[in-house]
């Protein structure tokens, strides 16, 4: 598969670039992207929701009134979950959402997304970016000629520049990652993926 690589101006490079099918052309796996999204966002989770149950309560032990004769039901101590303020019954604890998948599935699912914005068009090769200083301006006009300013955009690069990362940061819809970050649930919420021509070796050789 050959994509023509675009520079900065979102002009055409006169240059080519051949993509491995085996990583940008697979029948996608749904079920491999369904399963390493969910890790993803698990993974993300605090899991530090906490309720107090009936003994966890501060107040008196002291049963409240007699067992019979009332003509309404039996009645421990306030801190019944019955009563108002006291505790929660089978309540959130304390807990760890995350699970692991096997790194053949993770990569598989990896595949099938890049799959899947090869195939929806919405994945282009860039010459390499670099920028000397953080400016947001300058990266919202490299996104205003690559007509990517109004879409959640994703940035695939080989190495991490700490300037281009600063000048995307406040970025609501755009994010710069590395090739050795890069996860499905990123590539899937993104509307529009640009690959800087030197991730493509490292994405190749981490999804081989």
């Known amino acids: 598969m050959e994509l023509s690589i675009i520079n900065k101006d979102g002009k055409d490079s006169k240059k080519k670039v051949e993509l491995s099918d085996a990583i940008y052309g697979i029948e996608p796996n749904d079920h491999a992207i369904y399963l390493d999204v969910k890790q993803y966002l698990a993974n993300q989770r605090q899991g530090t929701a906490k309720t107090k149950e009936r003994a966890e309560i501060s107040g008196s032990t002291r049963k409240i009134k007699k067992q019979k004769g009332t003509g309404t039901a039996r009645a421990g101590s306030i801190k019944s979950p019955i009563f108002r303020g006291g505790g929660t019954v089978f309540g959130p604890k304390p807990r760890d959402y995350s699970f692991k998948l096997n790194k053949k599935l993770k990569k598989l699912a990896r595949r099938s997304a890049l799959s899947y914005k090869v195939k929806d068009g919405a994945l282009q090769v860039i010459e390499d970016l670099s920028f000397d200083q953080p400016k947001t301006k300058d990266f919202v006009g490299i996104l205003n000629n690559l007509k990517s300013n109004d879409k959640k955009t ?26 050795s970050s890069l996860n499905t649930y990123d590539l899937m919420n993104a509307k529009s993926v640009l690959v800087a021509e030197g991730a493509l070796e490292k994405i190749e050789s981490i999804l081989s």
């Open 154 to 179: 994703l940035l695939i690069v080989g190495d991490l520049n700490k300037n281009l990362y600063l000048s995307s940061r406040n970025l609501q819809r755009a994010k710069v990652v590395t090739a």
